[in-house]
């Protein structure tokens, strides 16, 4: 009978943070995989545990996968961790667990922190919808060009960045997405925990005037604005399509996209009028 592989979220900070289920399976499997020994042994410590680590990085993940796999088709239980927060989430791990599903061998979550979701919850911008787009990539092209992909996104945008780009993501932001409200949490749930808000311009001028940027940042920035409602009468903008030379069946097309209402919708509502 195969192990069971736990994916177990860790703090990101403060050692605190940890669930007394994290607690209990990090000490009863055969082994915990996890990126940096020297760091997962810092928690380890700190409760007491003394559970055998095995390195789990980007650059073993494909050898070492395979080795993980062979203990848990034996029959052995393991943990999965990442050196801060829940596993695979801009992390490696993703293929462990899909050759553990692969060979019908049971994955259990373990829940617990994460920087999206605290630098989320306490920013104070809207949180009924939100996109994760991890690290923000670290070729000014590349940047501007998964900004502009996400610049009519209608949800709270989440982004990780390291703190010697920061200042240039922001000036990115600022120029491509508009000067929106952003939020910039750094180093959560740490001593020196920290949220900067405002317009992305003056969140940038902020950290521009500080000798030194430093600690791990999560980007946070406002919704796109929803465009404003047409209220030109539905007959009088078919008017203007068509005497602009486009044919009926494509100017219904055109209004139907633009008011967010189907094609039968509009010609009903045409109809009506006449």
């Known amino acids: 009978m195969s192990g069971t592989l736990y994916v177990i979220a860790t703090p990101i900070g403060n050692l605190e943070d940890i669930t007394f289920r994290a607690v209990r399976i990090l000490g009863e499997v055969d082994r ?26 980007e650059h073993n ?12 088709l034996s029959g052995k239980n393991l943990a999965l961790v990442s050196d801060a927060g829940t596993p695979l989430i801009a992390d ?40 994760f787009g991890g690290f923000l990539p670290s070729k000014k092209s590349q940047r501007r060009k998964l900004l502009e992909g996400l610049k009519t996104s209608r949800a709270t945008l989440v982004l990780y960045e390291a703190p010697h780009r920061i ?11 508009g000067d929106r409200p952003v939020v910039v ?13 405002g317009a992305a311009s003056e969140v940038r001028n902020t ?28 007959e009088t903008a078919m008017e203007r399509l068509l005497e602009a030379g486009i044919p009926r069946m494509e100017a219904m097309k055109t209004l139907a996209r633009e008011r967010g209402i189907s094609k039968h919708e509009v010609y009903k509502r045409l109809n009506e009028r006449e």
């Open 185 to 197: 949490a750094r180093e959560l749930t740490k001593v020196h925990e920290e949220f900067l808000e």
């Open 207 to 234: 950290l521009a005037t500080r000798p030194a940027v430093k600690g791990e940042f999560t980007l946070l920035i406002g919704k796109a604005e929803a465009p404003s409602a047409d209220e030109t009468p539905l």
């Open 92 to 131: 490696p791990g993703y293929r462990l667990v899909r050759k553990a599903r692969e060979n019908g061998i049971a994955v259990t979550p373990v829940p617990g922190p994460s920087a999206i979701l605290a630098a989320l919850s306490a920013s104070g911008l809207a949180s009924d919808a939100f996109l």
């Open 167 to 177: 200042l240039e993501a922001l000036s990115d932001i600022t120029e491509i997405l």
């Open 61 to 72: 993940e494909q050898t070492r996968s395979e080795e993980l796999l062979r203990d848990l």
């Open 32 to 57: 915990i995989a996890c990126e940096d020994t020297r760091q997962t042994r810092k928690l380890l410590d700190r409760y007491g545990i003394a559970t055998p680590l095995v390195s789990y990085h």
